[in-house]
């Protein structure tokens, strides 16, 4: 009972709750769209957290869309082994998720032992923040430690198999039965990540300028008076 409701009902409802608050919030709050920087009043550790974190994000994101989205088959019939694979998938993962953890570590830190930072900091700020930290986390543990739990374990064969059966509606949940533990709540630490996404400042991650890249350039000319 509690697989089923765990890896068959609570995604779809994260995934109802990721649609319909991102639908609400742009028709009735989409000025809300921001990141509200507090650069002016702390930095140091925002650039180097932020860079750091963003940086090492996005490499994470395309690790787990390859080990997730593109089946183990695919990835042979390129001539890339499962041994190649995993030492890629750990070596260069390892590398953006301590960079990740870190960032966010620092962003982490930051706002909550920097007065000023936290005394504009929302409830929802601090609760994204510590999700996020304790999501890299349970992430690096599961890479590093969760197949001591099961030697031999390869998510590709369950998890990543579970993930693509969600989008075509028949999930199978006897697929996490025997998945580690750290796996399990790295996993679920990411719905709650998903499931807040529209409603706090992580929906700023849309707002990318792009319209920058084609933009004239503004010229700024000094007044002689």
Known sequence: MWNEFLWVIVPYLVLASFIVGHIFRYRYDQFSVTAKSSEMLEKKQLMIGSLLFHIGIIFVIGGHFVGLVI???WTAALGISEH???IFAVGIGSIFGVMTFVGMFLLTFRRLSNPSVRKISSAGDIIVNVTLLLTVLLGMSSTLFGTQEIPGFDYRES???WFRQLFLFR????LMVHVPVLFKLHILSAFVIFGLFPYTR???AWSVPLSYLKRRYII???NPS
Do not use: M
């Not at 999930?171 to 006897?174: F, G, I, L, V």
């Open 159 to 161: 998890i990543s198999i």
């Open 171 to 174: 999930p199978d949940a006897s």
């Open 71 to 73: 089946p183990e088959s």
């Open 220 to 222: 700024y000319r000094k």
């Open 84 to 86: 190649v694979y995993h």
């Open 202 to 204: 992580l929906v700023h």
